[in-house]
């Protein structure tokens, strides 16, 4: 190049090339909708606004950071202080309440290790609240349908669901 020009930028055509794929994807996307899948859309919106009951605004991440101290009572305290604190910020332009989270940084095997010990205590209490409430009832004709399971021991208490288990082949009971 002349040294009164500018050399063009090997990064400006790559840029553009790529703003194109994705314009050329978009456009895929909205093609590949089809005229059921869009109705079916419409429906699901009408049905939306039809709940009595508005869905409360769903959240998205709104990001992350790290903060550190000299001294470990500092973080200490921090945690005391700012962890489970409410602020409100504007999301798509509405007013929303949100909790803090602050906590110890941790590796991902330790975050993984404490969300299994949770999902495991969830478990168990699940397990532990429904002990002893789930009857096996063996032995039935194979002309025994729920309805009649149900009726038979409705007059035991109240009954959350009955079900006879049948063969997926002949559609007899097992």
Do not use: W
């Amino acid at each position: 190049a002349k040294e009164g020009e500018e050399k063009p930028s090997e990064e400006e055509p790559a840029e553009e090339g790529e703003k194109k794929e994705e314009e050329k994807a978009g456009d895929a996307e909205k093609k590949e909708e089809k005229p059921a899948e869009a109705e079916a859309a419409k429906e699901e919106e009408k049905k939306d606004e039809e709940k009595e009951e508005p869905e409360p605004p769903k959240v998205q991440a709104l990001g992350f950071g790290f903060v550190n101290f000299a001294e470990h009572e500092a973080a200490v305290a921090a945690i005391e202080e700012m962890n489970g604190r409410e602020f409100t910020t504007t999301i798509d332009g509405e007013e929303v309440t949100l909790e803090l989270y602050v906590g110890r940084a941790q590796k991902k095997s330790e975050r993984e290790r404490e969300l299994k010990a949770k999902f495991e205590a969830e478990k168990m209490e699940r397990i532990s609240k429904f002990q002893g409430v789930n009857l096996y009832v063996k032995n039935l004709d194979d002309g025994v349908t729920d309805d009649m399971l149900r009726t038979e021991f409705a007059a035991m208490g109240t009954i959350t669901s009955a079900r006879v288990m049948k063969d997926l082949k002949d559609g007899r009971s097992r």
